[in-house]
């Protein structure tokens, strides 16, 4: 109960600031709505699982994928590689199928997934997914382009990381009706491993971090690019508050004409803020979390799904017009035995429930049912 009512204290932090904030957090007038959530981290346990579900590892979200269709465009971070017939040491293996076996298929500290978890992200109603992260080359350069064939397979557009020795473009785009939206990402390290093939754009290498902003620059000189989003990874793991280096390059972003940014890596959330750069202001989820794991603390297994909703402006570009979020949480179904993301349950996780009111605010908070809604009228 101590631990509980020092979680409740961190609510006079943020609902205050969000309280002077004009954004609504229903979606008025929104043209399109985007969400986001965090990390798609699927650790040993979790994988095993997966095959014992009639989804597979689309049952570890089963009950958000309706709010996942919400949205117009869905974005998760997929946080390692999907690399069929390598081991941890980059080494050809007897790939096992669809199984868990911890010599192919991995969890921490190298992860490695079945190919199948980009399918089922697809299914799910994902439309991309940022693949820069401090575990892209986890199975190392073959692994990375496998990742991305498996992608490509399931339709399931990626940013952040290409194909080795290809020199291709880093910024991915994408449609809904007359609206572009421009992505970019980057990750600020790589598990010490070495990006000899140039596949992963990383933030805190001076030549790369200017190739960022100058792709950014380019992008926001297009009058045919609608929004810019940025999804860096970044920050200190299990840290609720955001280090003066992401600010730092969220201002640099937000100056060469970024939009939105939505951030991950910490495993938990922090605080979403607008920030001003180079005359300009825009918003920064600093970290939205987990979205699934196998982490069970309960500032590790509290998650959102963020919505926000796109209105063009005057100039014709779209213009964030609001922004909220629906609470989640990974949770263990006491009848099943197995892990679930969900919509949060405050009764069932009372700490999760106070750790998302600290970090996002209250007058932000969505119900399932007036998620991606384009008016603010209560919900039928």
């Known amino acids: 109960m101590r631990r509980l009512f020092a979680l409740l204290a961190w609510l006079c ?38 095959w014992t579900e009639p989804r597979r ?9 309706a709010l996942i269709a919400r949205a117009d465009l869905a974005y998760a971070n997929l946080e390692g590689p999907l690399a069929p017939g390598l081991d941890a040491r980059w080494r050809p293996a007897p790939d096992p199928g669809e199984a868990y076996d911890g010599v192919v298929y991995s969890g921490y500290r190298r992860f490695n997934y079945h190919p199948r978890l980009a399918a089922d992200l697809r299914m799910s109603g994902f439309d991309i997914v940022s693949t820069a992260n401090n575990h892209a080359l986890d199975r190392g350069p073959r692994g990375l382009d496998l990742t991305i064939d498996a992608l490509e397979a399931a339709r399931l557009p990626f940013v ?22 421009a992505w970019v990402a980057c990750a600020s390290w790589l598990n010490r491993n070495r990006d000899a093939a140039d596949q992963v754009l990383e933030c805190n290498v001076p030549a790369e971090r200017s190739r960022l902003l100058a792709d950014i620059r380019r992008l926001r000189a297009r009058e045919d690019v609608h929004f ?30 970024v939009d939105l940014i ?12 607008e920030v001003e750069g180079g005359g300009r202001r825009a918003w920064v989820l600093y970290s939205m979390g987990n979205f699934v794991s196998h982490q069970q603390k309960p500032a590790r297994r509290a998650t959102a799904m963020a919505f926000v909703g796109l209105a063009p402006g005057a100039d014709g570009r779209l213009r964030i017009g609001g922004l909220g979020y629906v609470p989640l949480h990974t949770r ?14 405050p009764a069932a996780d009372p700490e999760a429930q106070a750790i998302i009111l600290a970090r996002l605010g209250e007058s932000r908070r969505l119900s399932p049912r007036e998620a991606g809604r384009r008016d603010c009228a209560p919900p039928p």
């Open 13 to 50: 932090f943020s609902a205050g600031a969000a309280a002077a904030d004009p954004l609504p957090p229903c979606l008025p007038g929104a043209a399109l709505t985007l969400s986001a959530v965090g990390d798609v981290l699927i650790h040993r346990e979790l994988q095993a699982q997966a």
């Open 57 to 65: 590892f689309a049952g570890l979200w089963a009950p958000t994928r």
């Open 160 to 181: 952040g990381t290409r194909r080795g020795g290809t020199g291709g473009s880093w910024v991915t785009e994408t449609t809904v009706g007359p609206w572009r939206v």
């Open 228 to 257: 810019i989003v940025f999804t860096p990874h970044w920050g200190r793991q299990y840290r609720p508050q955001p280090r003066a280096k992401q600010t730092v390059l969220a201002r640099e972003a937000v100056a060469a004409g």
């Open 262 to 273: 939505v951030g991950n890596h910490p495993h938990v959330l922090q605080p979403w803020d």
């Open 332 to 345: 263990l179904d006491p009848q099943s035995g197995r892990y679930v993301t969900q919509p949060l349950d």
